[in-house]
């Protein structure tokens, strides 16, 4: 790979400036970049209906890792000696195809494996998807969306037929009267969401949170519950027994948009507001007050995040929550509904085209035969040659290198060493691999256990989509090309599949064309596409790859994918994304209306109602006992994102946040005998952590904090529990017992 | 072994091992005999109903059907035969079981007044247990504008509070000096009374009642002191009695309850008993969570999943929460060793009193406004260490923490505080922004990103903005 095989994919000058979004989290705040020329680029925020002008300090400092001098810029591959040293592109490329073909001859087609994350485009995690089914024809493909938003994906689905994390534009939130946040602490996790419950307070709205701790959202908040972690869903329980026995429910909106209700009427008159009050803690006064909120506004909104979701329960929590705003004539009706704030950049987008175990584009089962049909006929191979349903995350990467289990696995925008639960047995789990990949711009502690590490773009590097988290689709604008050496996800997964036999027609060189994108790699001999504004790739007469590098020519090939699907983005063009601040899907048609808001006439359900869902509260997988007698919760701070491969790189984000820490109520530190700034440990069945204490009357006494975006001694996930979610597999990261003493 | 179950009774209890049997897979024939003719419903509940707030099937619960269970209401059990393991039911059928399960529950006591009839109620006189007692009570509440409720325990001022809220006038004629004497103590019963004053209940206190007479459309009772009071409907609430007929004629030991063991076995190993009508060691306790417990366990037991459940009872906490009145109380406040808490404040009907041993809550009474409450509870149930700071028992997040806007002057604010949490820039920053010759707050906020993230600090970045062209203004005119 040469420089000049690069610039080939290039006909005018690199822009100077992008319009683009934030990297980071769902909020894909609007900003713009601009080159100065000299090598600075300076990151400006922009307005944009999310963010409205806003950015926080990761959003400022993103483009510091741009030329960062830990960037990966070559290839590395693991010597004899154990040692990852820099390779050539086709050193490592071939090193990876022929472990494959070696994994596959000796174990089978399953025993390759992907694991893809939540911050890849659209195309790419479309790209992946497919990669999978076609190129490696494994079942075995998730990705670290499973921990984020699978809970609430799942109880969405059932209850209305389709999952969008918000039914309703962001903004709605400044317009309704109450909203309750679950388990959500934008104030630290997306920023200048904030400036939209400002409105909403402002315009005399009330916000009550329910969180274990007063965070910073909390502390804005008119009212706080401050449940037990994992008694969420009695709560909710409780709030629409109160809803019932105060005749809030809509009976109208219930009887006419609605099914199920009688089952989770009955459920929940065995939710009396005293007995979860004894339960959860919060006070039966509390209670009452939020269910009057809910129920006597003229709208009200609520929303749910990981602290309600991550859990083994995390579906049936939801649910919870959804039947209550169902109960409530909520969903569809203005300003109002259920919503899910969406974590990682396209954790939307990402769901939605094929990186799940169980999906294809469009949000389509895998199990679904007419699905099947049309996907393959997308993909120009036989729908029997399509494999089934994986399974999710945790089991996938608990399976490694076990008998039966895959042996060889390509990482793709994730790093589960950090964010995997019990992480230790996950990173043994690695090191039992015949062949690991990791595809990255940074050497991430997953990279660093990694036979191959191939280094590709970032996100100012590269066109394409992006979902955010009301389900608008939005266009990352590329600023500059990838420094030399870097190729695309998508040019990897294109001279990956070339080397592995792949069967497709236009497996072949195809010429490059005019787009001024970072289309990748050009000149290999492995399947780059024809691009330009001809997105089936066909008008000059040449045959389309199977595995383009033109992001545009990908999503012309998603949008057919999905056409009919649940997130329909056949009317979603690259073009229309541009000229009105996103698309929501669905959106069937080019000439015809998105969608922004969902569920006013009607749910995507076969009979056109919404579901409800009795459900009921069980204890967390892990109670707390005389050994373990403290909860054990993690989260986020504001200076740092997901596991910090790329925040803890930043210098400013670093002074912030320089080091993990365990946050403890002051009197449960006296108790232990620690103060400010001491070493303690925190350790459960499964592994401990050592960080300072953090003393804060902010937490509950019997509940100890710790963010999880540090790895080494700190790490909070060698200490999170296991246990899954039966219908979402999302692992239980909010709560386990511990025990903290001096370290 | 257990193959055939027989529940007899289908009240909180029974329906809920019904549930909790269902729940649990298996080969089972699960038969439940109900004696009231409709399905089973939530009896807290029913003061809610009093009130008028709900409608009758709000109170339905959860109802289990198919996979080899068979409820049948309306039917009630006559006898057991334990010798040939066969229920012999109201409608003369014999059924056999490998187990049975009583769950008889309990039945309101009628007090001995002369003039009242436990086997015939006058027309306006009802007792409050069942959904067809609380369908006796409102149809005479309909056409009534006076009520008087016989018993100030909790289960008399919810009924109280309930006609109250149907808007009829309600007086609680009260034996003792003090209402719930079992567990407030005379400062709280005082509050609760003044309380309850406030939303349409008169207390009568410490003056048993004497006779009764009744005709189709009033009621007079007669009181100790020589008075009488007249209504148009009387509610009789004074206690309840474990239902354990059916248990003695089988001949299984009965002391104010069924006696079981933490198995909820009785003496016979073929039978359980739970709920109001058993008596686990530590007492039967009339509330619905322990009967719950107690089917959990039972179902555990019998299905196999678990042989080592046991029942745990657990410290009784009573609840009265109504519109206008919160009342908790736990334990035993008023004596014993330890410290103690209180608060008063009786013009706004507060009240608070805690007792605390090493560090640990043995006893409350909380009425009133007490944000604490949830913690409070808690600490009971659980036994955990109470607050260093005592007043958070007190005063909950009323005593809270230091609130989110900054200090007051920005004068007062060390340079180190940090004003913009988003984009981590403390105040010092801010002043040698201003130093360096912004002038503005655009500028101020263009140089230092404070107030771009979440846009909250604005404000106190205008507020610092704003002292600093005041400092150097002084400044300048020295």
């Known amino acids: ?743 | 072994m257990t193959g055939r179950i027989v529940i007899v009774g289908y009240g909180m209890a029974g329906s809920r091992l019904a549930t909790e049997l269902h729940a649990r897979n298996g080969d089972r024939k699960v038969t439940v005999l109900g004696a009231e003719p409709h399905r089973a419903y939530n009896r807290i509940m029913l003061s809610t109903l009093l009130a008028g707030k709900i409608d009758e099937p709000d109170v339905e619960l959860a109802e289990v059907a198919g996979q080899g269970t068979d409820v049948r209401t309306g039917v009630a059990a006559e006898a057991v035969d334990r010798a040939a393991r066969t229920v012999r039911t109201t409608d003369g059928e014999r059924i056999d079981y490998d187990h049975l399960v009583l769950a008889t529950g309990s039945r309101a006591v009628v007090p001995p007044l002369p003039g009242l009839d436990p086997a015939a109620l006058p027309a306006r006189v009802a007792v409050f247990r069942t959904l067809a007692d609380c369908r006796r009570i409102l149809a005479a509440a309909r056409t009534a504008r006076t009520a008087l409720v016989l018993g100030g325990g909790l289960l008399g001022l919810e009924a109280a509070r309930g006609l109250a809220a149907r808007g009829l006038t309600v007086t609680v004629v009260h034996p003792h000096p003090h209402l719930m004497e079992r567990q407030l103590d005379p400062a709280a019963g005082a509050v609760l009374a003044d309380t309850l004053a406030g939303l349409g209940v008169t207390s009568r206190l410490g003056v048993p009642a004497t006779g009764l007479a009744a005709d189709a459309d009033r009621v007079r009772l007669h009181l100790a002191d020589g008075t009488h009071l007249d209504a148009d409907l009387l509610v009789l609430s004074c206690g309840v009695r474990p239902d354990t007929g059916l248990a003695a004629a089988a001949g299984l030991a009965v002391d104010r309850g069924v006696l079981v063991d933490d198995r909820l076995r009785t003496g016979d190993e073929a039978i359980s008993a739970i709920g109001d009508c058993a008596r686990p060691a530590g007492g039967p306790t009339g509330l619905v969570a322990p009967a719950w417990a107690q089917a959990r366990v039972v179902a555990r037991l019998l299905t196999g999943e678990d042989d080592t459940a046991r029942y745990r009872p657990r410290p009784v906490v009573t609840r009265l929460k109504a519109a206008g009145i919160d009342l908790a109380a736990m334990g035993d406040p008023t004596g014993g060793p330890g410290e103690e808490l209180t608060f008063a404040d009786p013009a706004r009907g507060t009240y608070a009193r805690l007792r605390i041993d090493d560090d640990r809550l043995t006893g409350a009474i909380l009425l009133g406004d007490n944000p604490s409450v949830g913690t409070v509870v808690q600490l009971f149930d659980r036994g955990g260490p109470v607050p260093t700071d005592r007043r958070a028992l007190l005063l909950g997040r009323s005593l809270g923490v230091a609130p989110a806007t900054p200090a007051a002057s920005p004068a007062l604010m060390p340079d180190a505080a940090t004003v913009c949490q988003c984009n981590d820039v403390d105040k010092g920053t801010l002043v040698r922004c201003w130093r360096a010759g912004a002038r503005t707050v655009d500028e101020v906020v263009a140089a230092t990103r404070a107030g771009t993230g979440c846009g909250g600090c604005r404000q106190a970045v205008g507020g610092i903005v704003d002292w600093l062209s005041e400092v150097d203004s002084v400044g300048t005119t020295r």
């Not at chain 1, 990852?84 to 089978?108: C, K, M, Q």
């Not at chain 1, 005399?204 to 008119?222: E, F, K, S």
Request: charged share 25%; proline share 9%; net charge neutral.
């Open chain 1, 1 to 743: 790979m040469t420089d000049g095989a690069r610039a080939a994919t290039r006909t005018g000058p690199p822009p100077r400036e992008a319009e683009t979004h934030c990297p980071y989290c769902a909020l894909q705040c609007g900003m713009v970049l601009r080159d100065d020329g000299g090598g600075g680029i300076e990151v400006r925020p922009r307005e944009f209906p999310t963010n409205r002008g806003g950015l926080c300090q990761k959003g400022w400092t993103a483009a510091e890792l741009l030329d960062h001098p830990d960037r990966l810029t070559t290839p590395l591959v693991r010597d004899p000696s154990g040692e990852l040293r820099p390779a050539d592109w086709d050193v490592a490329l071939d090193r990876i195809a022929t472990g494959l073909r070696t994994v596959r001859r000796d174990h089978g087609r399953d025993a390759v494996a992907v694991f893809g994350g939540g911050g890849l485009t659209n195309e790419k995690a479309y790209a992946l998807g497919k990669f999978a089914r076609v190129a490696l024809r494994t079942r075995h493909i998730d990705y670290n969306g499973r921990w984020c938003m699978s809970s609430a994906a799942a109880a969405g689905l059932r209850a209305f037929g389709v999952d969008r994390g918000l039914p309703f534009p962001l903004t709605d939130l400044g317009r309704t009267e109450t909203l309750l946040l679950v388990g959500a602490n934008p104030a630290e996790t997306m920023p200048p969401l904030m400036r939209h419950l400002a409105d909403q307070q402002a315009r005399g709205g009330r916000l009550i949170v329910v969180d274990p701790r007063l965070t910073a959202t909390a502390r804005q908040a008119d009212l706080h519950l401050q449940p037990l972690p994992g008694t969420d869903l009695a709560v909710a329980n409780a709030l629409l027994h109160i809803a019932l026995t105060e005749g809030l429910v809509d009976r109208e909106y219930v009887a006419a948009r609605t099914e199920g209700f009688d089952a989770v009427r009955r459920t929940v008159a065995g939710y009396w507001p005293a007995e979860v009050e004894r339960l959860s803690g919060v006070p039966v006064a509390d209670l009452e007050e939020t269910a009057r909120a809910l129920g006597t506004a003229g709208s009200a909104v609520i929303l749910t995040a990981r602290g309600a979701e991550q859990h083994a329960k995390g579906v049936d929590t939801v649910s919870a929550y959804v039947n209550l705003a169902l109960a409530l004539g909520l969903p569809g009706r203005p300003y109002s509904g259920y919503g899910c704030l969406t974590g990682q950049g396209n954790g939307q987008g990402g769901r939605e085209h094929g990186q799940k175990a169980d999906q294809l584009p469009g949000y389509r089962k895998i199990d679904d035969p007419a699905a099947r049909a049309h996907v393959a006929a997308v993909w120009g191979v036989d729908p029997a040659e399509l494999p089934g349903p994986g399974v999710p995350a945790y089991q996938l990467l608990d399976s490694l290198g076990t008998p039966g289990g895959p042996r060889a696995l390509l990482v793709f925008g994730s790093n589960p060493v950090v964010s995997a639960p019990r992480a230790a047995r996950v990173e043994s789990r690695l090191r039992g691999l015949d062949l690991l990949v990791v595809a990255d711009f940074l050497r991430s502690e997953t990279a660093e256990l990694a036979d191959v590490v191939l280094p590709v773009a970032q996100w100012a590097e590269e066109d394409g989509t992006m979902t955010n988290l009301e389900g608008r689709v939005l266009r990352r604008r590329a600023l500059r090309e990838p420094p030399p050496g870097v190729r695309t996800d998508l040019a990897v997964l294109a001279a990956l599949a070339a080397r592995l036999d792949d069967p497709a027609p236009g497996g072949a060189a195809g010429p490059t064309g005019g787009e001024p994108t970072s289309s990748g790699p050009a000149g290999m001999p492995d399947g780059t596409a024809p691009t330009g504004g001809d997105p089936a790739g066909v008008a000059d007469g040449t045959v389309p790859a199977r595995f383009p590098t033109d992001p545009r020519v990908v999503f012309a090939e998603l949008r057919r994918a999905s056409a009919g699907g649940v997130a329909d983005y056949a009317g979603v063009t690259w073009d229309r994304i541009e000229s009105s601040d996103g698309v929501f899907w669905p959106c069937p048609d080019p000439e015809g209306p998105d969608t922004p808001r969902l569920f006013a006439d009607t749910f995507p359900t076969p009979s056109g109602r919404a579901r409800f869902h009795p459900v009921q509260h069980r204890p967390a997988a892990e109670e707390v006992c005389a050994d373990y007698p403290l909860h054990f919760t993690t989260g986020r701070v504001l200076a740092q994102y997901q596991s910090g491969t790329q925040t803890r790189r930043v210098a400013a984000l670093r002074r912030a946040a320089p080091r993990g820490f365990v946050e403890l109520h002051p009197d449960l530190a006296a108790r232990l005998g620690v103060a400010e700034g001491d070493e303690v440990r925190v350790a459960s069945r499964r592994g401990e952590l050592l960080a300072p204490a953090r003393l804060s009357p902010t937490i509950r006494p019997d509940t100890v904090f710790a963010p999880f975006h540090w790895p080494g001694a700190a790490r909070a996930n060698s200490v999170t529990n296991d246990a899954v979610d039966p219908v979402s597999g999302m692992p239980e990261f909010k709560i386990c017992a511990v025990r903290v003493e001096r370290a």
